[in-house]
């Protein structure tokens, strides 16, 4: 698959719950960077730790590859690390 | 004729949620320093009645009656049996379903949201903030934030809140205030559009938005929400199983097996919790957790404390897991991974009151197919999992010929979310099944980490 019908790639977000592009993957995560689940859902699709490894700077696909295979922050311990960092924020 | 429908009387509606904390031992959830995580490290985000919830190991906890009053608006639920799918599978299973799709949001969400909206305006909070996805909770939260005259305030990703216009209506005409996210009314918002004025944000940072917004209220009457896996989001949720088990005697039975779909676990745990105690007293009863094949964490996973990052900084929980440094197969040959099932559900599986079952995306997509063409309600694609479950017993009932009783959760209806069938339909979606050999890879990253304790019920 060449990078013009990877550019049209479409499927439904698992953590939206809507139709996204392969494009908003490659940007939505943190500092716009991939987002932490591009791997799982897109590995269907095409190769897409290649694509990723030949597209990316390699410390931003290593941190990308850090991240997607760890677990995932359980969400209450998430949302008070959010919430104490908005009050160092506010402070 | 057969009776279709069991419908209980407003006032025969369920006076207390049943909390299985009463009768299940639970591993604390632990802080970075590996003591549990303390009432004040959640004060500024959630209120403190709803905090204490989130703790208490009363058996019964009496549901307020300015709560039960907004949920008679279609509360009790209807108990259906599924008639119409019997005939077309030719089963002897009877099968039943609770329809949490007729709340006036349309799925099972509203039932803890009403709960939260009353608890934050008993303890004086003005305003709630949450983020939503697609929609579904902002909506749950919009509605019940209206009964009670709390604000509600809705940070939805902006790539959704452009595509999905309809759950920005449904939530501005209850009075929701949903906003697009990144936003300019909040400090992560601002940096973010300032670094690109057109991204299409994230679900990372509308979290961020909404928890900020409510930390950040000096005057205190400000507070966050959650829709799912927190133990008195499960605990709000349980009215559905209580209600199922008045109906299903009004229908002269009793379940064999019970089956829900098992996302963050609360619509699951709603149907199924009220089942579970009846199990622990000693009845003869199966009860299915159903979860994707391609993304197993209680079907395939070990139960062990895993850490919530790579940098071992956020607490330690008990739960089903496939490990922080799983890699996914799309390393080695693909695959996908989830996690965040609630502990509790977790915690019943490891005793072994619950058995988890997985189903392949294809089989789920099919068998939502033939409900919406037997029964007529368009299912939720979550609700899709419990349903293939469903099948696969009414047939097996049907070889061993067992009139078997299978009752299970039908959390939503997919009205919203016709896109996924559209990608079914049209061939798009592919079947994945992790094997036992690429989950064992997996779980030698546990190796050097605690393990909790196999606890048994009370």
Redesign the interface.
């Known amino acids: 698959m060449d990078d013009k019908d990877i550019d049209k790639l479409e499927?439904?977000?698992?953590?939206?719950?809507?139709?996204?592009s392969f494009r908003?993957c490659l940007?939505?995560?943190?500092d716009?960077n991939p987002?932490w689940k591009i791997?799982?859902?897109?590995?269907?699709y095409f190769d897409?730790?290649s694509y990723l490894k030949s597209h990316l700077p390699a410390e931003v696909f290593e941190q990308l590859?850090?991240?997607?295979?760890?677990?995932?922050?359980?969400?209450?311990?998430?949302?008070?690390?959010?919430?104490?960092?908005?009050?160092k924020?506010?402070e | 004729m057969e009776l279709r429908k069991y419908i209980l009387r407003e006032d025969e509606i369920p006076r207390q949620w049943y909390n299985i904390l009463a009768d299940v031992n639970l591993n604390p959830t632990l802080g970075p320093d590996g003591h549990p995580v303390s009432p004040d490290q959640l004060a500024p985000v959630f209120p403190m009645n709803l905090i204490e919830q989130e703790a208490s190991t009363e058996r019964w906890i009496d549901i307020p009656d300015d709560v039960l009053s907004v949920l008679n608006i279609w509360r009790p639920a209807p108990l259906v049996r599924a008639i119409a799918l019997e005939k077309a599978l030719d089963t002897p299973a009877r099968i039943y379903y609770k329809n949490e799709s007729v709340s006036p949001p349309g799925s099972h969400k509203p039932n803890t949201a009403v709960a939260q909206a009353y608890y934050n305006k008993a303890f004086g909070i003005k305003r709630i903030t949450t983020e939503t996805g697609a929609g579904q909770w902002g909506s749950a939260l919009s509605f019940a934030c209206a009964q009670y005259g709390v604000e509600c305030k809705v940070y939805m990703v902006r790539v959704s809140f452009d595509q999905k216009p309809y759950r920005k209506f449904m939530m501005s005409t209850w009075g929701g205030n949903c906003i697009p996210s990144p936003s300019n009314e909040t400090k992560a918002g601002r940096a973010a559009l300032e670094k690109d004025p057109d991204t299409p944000g994230s679900l990372g940072m509308a979290i961020s938005e909404a928890i900020e917004e409510a930390v950040a209220d000096e005057t205190g009457s400000t507070r966050y929400s959650l829709g799912s896996v927190l133990n008195h989001v499960l605990l709000h949720q349980t009215i559905i199983g209580l209600e199922a088990k008045k109906q299903m005697a009004l229908a002269g039975d009793y379940p064999d097996i019970i089956i829900g779909c098992a996302g963050g676990g609360s619509n699951f745990a709603g149907l199924a919790f009220p089942f579970v105690q009846d199990k622990i007293h000693g009845k003869q009863i199966e009860i299915y957790p159903v979860e994707p094949a391609g993304c197993p964490t209680l079907t395939k996973a070990p139960f062990v404390y895993d850490h919530g990052d790579t940098a071992r900084y956020t607490p330690l929980l008990p739960m089903h897991s496939l490990g922080h440094a799983f890699v996914p197969p799309a390393f080695h040959s693909g695959g996908l991974r989830y996690h965040g099932m609630a502990p509790l559900v977790s915690q019943l599986v490891d005793e072994g009151l619950l058995e988890p079952k997985a189903v392949k995306q294809n089989q789920v997509f099919k068998a939502g197919v033939l409900l919406a063409q037997t029964e007529g309600i368009i299912p939720a694609p979550e609700t899709n999992h419990a349903l293939a479950t469903v099948i696969d017993e009414a047939l097996k009932a049907k070889e061993e010929g067992k009139e078997k009783v299978i009752l299970f959760n039908w959390s939503g209806h997919g009205l919203l979310d016709l896109t996924a069938y559209d990608s079914y339909l049209t061939g798009q979606i592919k079947d994945i099944v992790l094997s036992m050999e690429e989950v064992a890879e997996c779980e030698k990253v546990y190796a050097d980490f605690p393990k909790p304790q196999h606890l048994k019920h009370k």
């Open positions: 499927r439904r977000c698992p953590r939206l719950g809507s139709k996204i908003y940007i939505s995560g943190e716009d987002c791997f799982d859902c897109w590995w269907e897409v730790a590859a850090k991240k997607a295979a760890a677990q995932p922050k359980d969400k209450l311990s998430s949302i008070v690390e959010i919430a104490e960092q908005a009050k924020n506010k």
